[in-house]
């Protein structure tokens, strides 16, 4: 790891979420980084960006492959914890947003794939740490920006692609960030106000999963049903063929095609 990383302030000295950037070359995983940070030197809005990964980490245990060209940073955050599960569900929005101003028409698969025409394109993994008697969600975020298609895996469920892939050209890591970062201010403090409800709502505007019939692997066992809708809380609601109702807090979603 880079002891010394360069610390830098943007452009945009009013914003919370970038007040304060570290660089890295090479880490294990910038969420683990932020964790080591976290206090005097990783305050909330701080962001920890690294070129590549050797360990990055995914959902549910899964490896996040982090060769060179993609972006792959952290942000440090201090949220309510009654609206952590809201806000693991729309840190996926400014993703979303970036991709598409940079044409390439994503979505999202609940709770927070990012995905383009089936294939996984970003992903975020929100980790909840307490520490010097403060409550910090570190929210990682790893995006297949300039990544070759044959460093990425196969994965099961259609594979990954990247925005160079589905373009045909570089994006720059640094502008995807700033653009990214400044939609992340936008749904972050809309997750800590009143405007929950909203936030739900422009949520299930950009996820495919609203509507379609669907198996969710969750840890207490396997649900199906139609996903209705998600809650201000960011559950997921499915009904079942018999009007049955469950909300639904994590899983895997798998969509049914019969
Ligand atoms: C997933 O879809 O499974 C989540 C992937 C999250 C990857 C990012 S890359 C930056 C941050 N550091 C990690 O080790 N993981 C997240």
Redesign the pocket.
Same mark, same amino acid.
């Given at each position: 790891m880079n002891l010394f990383p360069r610390a830098e302030v943007p452009a945009h000295v009013e914003s919370l979420i970038g007040r304060e950037i570290f660089r890295f070359d090479t880490v294990e %995983?910038? #969420?683990?980084t932020a964790k080591e940070l976290l206090g005097d030197r990783a305050r909330e809005g701080t962001v920890i960006v690294a070129e590549r990964?050797v %360990? &990055?980490? &995914?959902?549910?245990g899964?490896a996040?492959a /982090?060769p060179p060209g993609g972006l792959?940073? /952290?942000i440090v955050l201090t949220p309510d914890p009654r609206h952590v599960q809201l806000l693991n569900l729309v840190s996926g929005m400014p993703v979303v947003k970036a991709l598409r101003h940079w044409s390439v028409l994503a979505t999202l698969k609940w709770p #927070?794939?990012v995905v383009f025409r089936d294939r996984?394109i970003g &992903? =975020?993994?929100c980790e909840g740490v307490h520490r010097h008697d403060t409550f910090y969600v570190v929210a &990682? =975020?790893?995006v297949n920006t300039n990544v070759p298609l044959d460093r990425l895996p196969a994965e099961a469920g259609g594979g990954a692609t990247s925005l160079k892939a589905e373009t045909g050209t570089e994006v720059s890591n640094d502008e995807f960030l700033e653009y990214m970062l400044r939609e992340y201010e936008k749904v972050y403090k809309a997750s800590q106000s009143g405007a929950r409800n909203v936030l739900a709502r422009d949520y299930m505007a950009l996820c495919t999963t609203i509507r379609q019939r669907v198996e969710v692997a969750t840890p207490e066992g396997k649900v199906r049903g139609t996903a209705i809708e998600v809650t201000p809380l960011g559950a997921l609601v499915l009904v079942d063929d018999s009007g049955v109702r469950t909300e639904v807090a994590d899983g895997s979603v798998t969509p049914l095609r019969e």
């Open positions: %995983s910038t #969420n683990d990964q %360990s &990055g980490r &995914g959902r549910h899964r996040w /982090s792959y940073c /952290s #927070n794939d996984k &992903g =975020i993994l &990682g =975020i790893g």
